[in-house]
């Protein structure tokens, strides 16, 4: 019962999520420049990647303690109106102490981004949903809590990052913005949480290349 209010929510937030611009004629590459300007760690999205990526995803935190936050939205082409499928969204967040907390057997190569990682690949529709807890902001500094995300996409031969997640209902996010402007990368990492009992669900929607340098257009 519970799982059905959450999928009827799911939809009725994303009915009323929308994106708007004009379609932009078939990318064309771009020679020796990286997509994105280049990422530090985005390229460990790549590390434990599942060889099949589901459209839903549920993450580690989904069963430790924390708010339990579901993350859902579409992926559009470039202009903001098509929905693009078979787009990999890789994640990395902070528990809810706020510390990327590795877990024993890890990977080396990623313990910097802690055990609560994963990946969605969009569906035919170019929808995806996050199944997660609210990461808790970095202790004792002024940054806000956020979910990190790189995308590869197809037809890009690297993977580049878009704005992280953030909230609007964190005291410490606009503080941070003052002094550390948008870039909008993809369309804004703000959301606003809606609550249903004890889940909180976000909507997130990218736009493919917005605001990415280097993107062939």
Request: hydrophobic letters at 30%.
């Amino acid at each position: 019962m519970k799982k059905l209010v959450i999928c009827k929510i799911i939809f009725l937030y994303t009915l009323l999520m929308s994106c708007n611009g004009q379609i932009n004629d078939k990318p064309q590459s771009v020679a020796g420049k990286p997509v994105g300007g280049g990422c530090d760690g985005c390229e460990l999205m790549y590390i434990g990647m599942p060889g099949n990526i589901a459209a839903i995803d549920t993450s580690p935190g989904w069963y430790e303690k924390g708010q339990k936050l579901v993350v859902t939205g579409t992926v559009f082409q470039p202009g903001g109106k098509i929905p693009a499928p078979d787009v990999v969204i890789y994640y990395w967040q902070t528990d809810d102490d706020g510390y990327y907390s590795p877990k024993p057997g890890m990977d080396q190569r990623v313990k910097r981004h802690g055990h609560i990682r994963g990946w969605v690949k969009t569906d035919a529709n170019g929808k995806y949903t996050i199944r997660t807890i609210r990461p808790a902001p970095y202790p004792n500094e002024a940054l806000p809590a956020h979910i990190h995300l790189s995308i590869k996409e197809p037809g890009i031969a690297n993977e580049y990052y878009t704005d992280e997640i953030n909230f609007d209902d964190d005291t410490l996010l606009i503080p941070h913005f003052k002094k550390y402007p948008q870039e909008n990368r993809g369309g804004s990492g703000v959301v606003t949480v809606l609550r249903k009992n004890d889940l909180q669900i976000a909507g997130h929607n990218i736009i493919l290349g917005l605001n990415i340098p280097n993107y062939p257009r």
